[in-house]
């Protein structure tokens, strides 16, 4: 069950406006910082908050990321088993280098140790339904969008009047490709490593998650029997 829902009402006004281009569709990244503990985000999490930048995405894919960087790896250990409950059943943990420029979350190269927590925009509007309702992005989902074992996908659409799972493109590669205007309806986690503060071989990866390593040129990889795998730095 997805944890992560009303956080972003909390927020105060945007800090700064960054104009980007998603695929072919221009749109917003509001980047702001994050005063307040998001409402699902455990209490253990309250000492990040200063580290921690929202980017409310409204672009193409309309999702807002929370990135926690992190200076010491003693706090990153301590915490990292309870940022992977904040992951929807089922989603993915992605790999990334300090070094490497993350393109559709953050727009520059991290340079820092990081966690990334991508999720919904919650609250935001879709298309208006004939009961003068609009349609809101965020939980409860409807259950026909749930796949067959009970797992989200990562985006959904609008389409008549209700929320329809995306069609997505190389959705376990690091390049993502997609028709239409989407939501993001799962919560994925990504590492920002540097193999000292965060480093893969003193943690252990969450169980039955596909792990995207995106850290390499090429097609990154997914365990083919969908559990966790152990990628060393």
């Not at 221009?26 to 910082?33: A, H, I, S, W, Y």
């Not at 790896?73 to 992605?94: H, M, N």
């Not at 365990?223 to 795998?229: A, C, F, V």
């Amino acid at each position: 069950m997805t944890r992560l829902k009303r956080g972003m009402r909390t927020l105060p006004a945007v800090l700064f406006l960054v104009l980007v281009g998603a695929s072919s569709c221009f749109g917003l990244v509001m980047v702001q910082k994050v005063p307040e503990l998001p409402a699902d985000w455990p209490e253990e999490m309250r000492p990040l908050l200063p580290e921690t930048t929202a980017y409310d995405m409204a672009t193409g894919m309309q999702e807002l990321t929370y990135e926690i960087r992190f200076k010491d790896r003693a706090q990153f250990e301590g915490v990292w088993p309870t940022i992977t409950t904040l992951k929807s059943k089922g989603a993915s943990l992605r790999l990334y280098r300090t070094e490497q420029q993350i393109a559709k979350t953050l727009f520059r190269a991290c340079g820092q140790p990081s966690v990334l927590i991508m999720g919904p925009p919650p609250g935001r509007s879709a298309v208006r339904v004939r009961d003068g309702n609009d349609l809101q992005c965020g939980p409860p989902w409807p259950k026909s969008i749930f796949n067959a074992d009970g797992t989200l996908p990562e985006y959904v659409a609008a389409t008549n009047e209700t929320w329809v799972p995306a069609d997505l493109k190389n959705s376990t590669t690091c390049v993502v490709t997609f028709d239409g205007f989407l939501y993001r309806a799962r919560v994925d986690i990504a590492l920002v490593v540097d193999g000292h503060i965060i480093d893969l071989n003193r943690i252990s990866l969450p169980e039955n998650t596909p792990i995207i390593d995106c850290r390499k040129q090429g097609p990154a990889t997914r365990p083919s029997d969908g559990t966790s795998s152990q990628p060393s730095d």
